[in-house]
């Protein structure tokens, strides 16, 4: 089947052309750089099928545009969906399949690393020791043992997440619409109310996923309900989180610590090398210039681990369609 593959880079490449000769599917690949958008859509014109990311946009104008070219199929090399309108992909009789599954630890482990940079100042301590500047002031880190973790969402990452943690030897709280009933069988693990996850902890890893209700989950009143120096950590999505509002809490003093994979507006940041640009987004460049943040460009997904995965599963989507299979990673609208 022919397939247009929108925001690649040479890793999606070979993954995907090597998972493609070893399952021997033989799709037609045809790989793009661009990222969709309405003024991109038009490089899909006559492909069946499309694979795309998380910062595609699958708006209704981008759809429709799809739609009337011919795509049936939308496939996402990810786990999340938020960039898709369902309801009009289903109108237009678009199916939509994703990656359920990948490495749950490459995402776990990198929300891991970012608390660790935070807790530690390793990357003050890296470019410290780089410029032979041997001096510890400014470095006082805490143990993460008896520390209070709180997890929101605990499904596949979140899960590990807490596994991992409990072996710091961290108490952990947890919430989630949908209990998962490995999460209270971990030691020093218990589901509370959100707001009681909100006053406890000391560090809050959100590991759920951007739906209209946990749109700006973290914002100016669930902050103010924090302990003081509660650090943030956010590897799931960026609009969970109300980034002025953080700004607001850094300033204050009452977020100690931000650690983030994932930006409310990453979509015109990452995934590019934009070192030679002036940077226009002011709240990003604002949030980056505090000694209490750091930043990753979407890298929690980045293992050879996951990509493997990812090509896996959305050579088994498209070859599934095109063989008329039941579709058993289809997203459906709500
Ligand atoms: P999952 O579906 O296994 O788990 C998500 C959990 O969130 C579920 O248990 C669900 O019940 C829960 N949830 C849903 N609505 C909630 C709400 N309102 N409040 C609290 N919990 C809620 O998904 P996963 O594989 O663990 O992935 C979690 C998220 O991580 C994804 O949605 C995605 O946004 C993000 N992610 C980020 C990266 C990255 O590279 N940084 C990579 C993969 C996934």
Known sequence: MKVAVFS?????????????????A?????????????????????FPAICVFVNDDLGTEVLE???????????????GFNNVNLKTAAKLGIKVVRVTDYSPYSVAEHAVGLILMLNRKLYRAYNRVRDDNFALDGLLGF?????????VGTGKIGQIFAQIMQGFGCNILGYDVYPNPNFEKLENAQYVSLEELWQRSDIISLHCPLFPETHH???????????????????????????????????????????IDVYEEED???????????????????LQSFPNVVITAHQGFFTENALDDIARTTITNLSDFEQGKPLQNQVNAA
């Open 268 to 286: 015109k940041l990452f995934f590019e090398d934009l070192s030679d640009t002036i940077i226009q987004d002011d709240t990003f460049q604002l």
């Open 143 to 151: 143990d993460l043992r008896d520390r209070t973790i709180g997890v």
């Open 65 to 79: 545009i799809l739609a009337a070219q011919g795509t049936k199929l939308i496939a996402l090399r990810c786990t």
């Open 8 to 24: 690649t880079k040479s890793y999606d490449r070979r993954f995907i052309q090597l998972e493609n000769t070893v399952s021997q």
């Open 26 to 46: 033989n799709h037609e690949f045809v790989f793009f750089d661009a990222r969709l958008e309405a003024q991109t859509a038009s490089l899909a014109n006559g």
């Open 217 to 259: 989950l973290i914002n100016q009143e669930t902050i103010a309900q924090m302990k003081s120096g509660v650090m943030l950590i956010n590897t799931s999505r960026g609009k969970l989180v109300d980034t002025k509002a953080v700004i607001d809490g850094i300033k204050s003093e009452k977020i100690g610590y931000v650690g």
